[in-house]
């Protein structure tokens, strides 16, 4: 009687594992599964669960890294470095459909929880979780980035592509054609401290993709991995050079400020407060010129508010101190200054 109990006890266990599909369920076996590990991850550092996550991608170290921290924390903590099991490693953005390139930037992550394919199914029990599960039974939880925002569908008009392509996600079983693919076992804690991101409080849960570890990586390694970049004959050496600095700006205030990143995208108008690459050249030419005295940094700092006014007047523009599309034009003259992808504050 008790082997008949215990028998149906397992049974019920067990079908219970495979047939999890609520996004709350979800959450609860996944914490059940890794609550060890993650907890001695978080030792010292946050309690988990964390309130605010940020999830940093690098192609070329094949890792993501999980930063967290709880509401009453000031800044974000460095959790650990995750290996990613199949995705694009090669440095350079995603500008087609098809081109089975991950993008690169910064993005938001919202939640899935259906797809047709096998590969985003898995069943949440010890004994089948390195496997692929069967669509419609099991669970199926992704994290799917917003790509393409504005600056991926400029990016790819300018290179001469209609359509960048989409449906780029994070997810387990290891395979890819464009995403950012763990094995079951590690994207467990991935999707975990993203899916527990307090997104009333702190917005949509950020996944920064980087070409590379810009720490790691020295300027003259730029030229070689921009000139092996599928997309080159489209995207100029040059040009991709650029948004990687716009990339590495962004990377720079993180680390700095370890805060989640307030962040405008497109080229709009760059205002007092914020950085960008475009700063940083136009700070270069307008101190070539005499105009600027001041550090030259990606920040547009208040040194250098008073310049931009007195040379709007110069040339008849708006005075209002902010570097919009006309200003940069008349400012830039002949030489080729990009207009900010990303601005970060």
């Given at each position: 009687?008790?082997?008949?109990?215990?028998?149906?006890?397992?049974?019920?266990?067990?079908?219970?594992?495979?047939?999890?599909?609520?996004?709350?369920?979800?959450?609860?076996r996944?914490?059940?599964?890794?609550?060890?590990?993650?907890?001695?991850?978080?030792?010292?550092?946050?309690?988990?669960?964390?309130?605010?996550?940020?999830?940093?991608?690098?192609?070329?170290?094949?890792?993501?890294?999980?930063?967290?921290?709880?509401?009453?924390?000031?800044?974000?903590?460095?959790?650990?470095d995750?290996?990613?099991?199949?995705?694009?490693f090669?440095?350079?953005?995603?500008?087609?459909?098809?081109?089975?390139?991950?993008?690169?930037?910064?993005?938001?992550?919202?939640?899935?929880?259906?797809?047709?394919?096998?590969w985003?199914w898995?069943?949440?029990?010890?004994?089948?979780?390195?496997?692929?599960?069967?669509?419609?039974?099991?669970?199926?939880?992704?994290?799917?980035?917003?790509?393409?925002?504005?600056?991926?569908?400029?990016?790819?008009?300018?290179?001469?592509?209609?359509?960048?392509?989409?449906?780029?996600?994070?997810?387990?079983?290891?395979?890819?054609?464009?995403?950012?693919?763990?094995?079951?076992?590690?994207?467990?804690?991935?999707?975990?401290?993203?899916?527990?991101?307090?997104?009333?409080?702190?917005?949509?849960?950020?996944?920064?993709?980087?070409?590379?570890?810009?720490?790691?990586?020295?300027?003259?390694?730029?030229?070689?991995?921009?000139?092996?970049?599928?997309?080159?004959?489209a995207?100029?050496?040059?040009?991709?050079?650029?948004?990687?600095?716009?990339?590495?700006?962004?990377?720079?205030?993180?680390n700095?400020?370890?805060?989640?990143?307030?962040?405008?995208?497109?080229?709009?108008?760059?205002?007092?407060?914020?950085?960008?690459?475009?700063?940083?050249?136009?700070?270069?030419?307008?101190?070539?010129?005499g105009?600027?005295?001041?550090?030259?940094?990606?920040?547009?700092s208040?040194?250098?508010?008073?310049?931009?006014?007195?040379?709007?007047?110069?040339?008849?523009?708006?005075?209002?101190?902010?570097?919009?599309?006309?200003?940069?034009?008349?400012?830039?003259?002949?030489?080729?200054?990009?207009?900010?992808?990303?601005?970060?504050k």
């Amino acid at each position: 009687m008790r082997f008949i109990v215990f028998l149906l006890c397992f049974t019920f266990s067990a079908g219970m594992a495979q047939n999890i599909r609520g996004p709350a369920q979800i959450l609860a076996r996944i914490d059940s599964l890794i609550s060890h590990q993650v907890r001695e991850w978080c030792a010292g550092k946050i309690d988990y669960p964390p309130d605010c996550t940020v999830i940093r991608v690098f192609k070329k170290e094949k890792k993501c890294e999980i930063w967290a921290k709880n509401a009453s924390m000031d800044s974000l903590r460095y959790i650990t470095d995750i290996s990613i099991c199949s995705m694009d490693f090669e440095p350079g953005p995603k500008l087609r459909i098809n081109d089975g390139k991950t993008p690169e930037g910064f993005y938001h992550g919202s939640f899935g929880y259906w797809s047709r394919y096998a590969w985003m199914w898995m069943e949440l029990d010890e004994a089948s979780l390195d496997d692929f599960g069967t669509p419609g039974t099991g669970s199926c939880f992704k994290i799917c980035i917003e790509y393409p925002n504005n600056a991926d569908r400029a990016r790819s008009r300018s290179a001469g592509f209609g359509n960048p392509g989409g449906d780029i996600c994070i997810h387990g079983n290891c395979v890819t054609a464009g995403c950012v693919s763990f094995t079951n076992r590690n994207f467990l804690p991935v999707y975990a401290f993203a899916r527990h991101h307090n997104t009333s409080r702190f917005g949509q849960v950020q996944v920064h993709i980087y070409p590379f570890d810009f720490d790691a990586v020295e300027k003259k390694e730029w030229d070689r991995l921009a000139s092996s970049y599928t997309h080159s004959a489209a995207l100029s050496v040059q040009k991709l050079i650029e948004f990687w600095h716009n990339l590495k700006v962004g990377h720079q205030v993180f680390n700095e400020n370890k805060k989640v990143l307030q962040l405008k995208i497109g080229s709009g108008t760059v205002s007092p407060g914020w950085y960008c690459h475009t700063i940083n050249a136009l700070k270069t030419l307008l101190k070539t010129g005499g105009d600027y005295n001041g550090e030259v940094n990606s920040l547009y700092s208040s040194d250098l508010v008073p310049v931009i006014r007195l040379l709007q007047r110069r040339y008849g523009l708006a005075v209002d101190g902010a570097i919009g599309p006309a200003t940069l034009r008349a400012l830039a003259g002949n030489n080729d200054i990009p207009a900010p992808e990303y601005q970060f504050k």
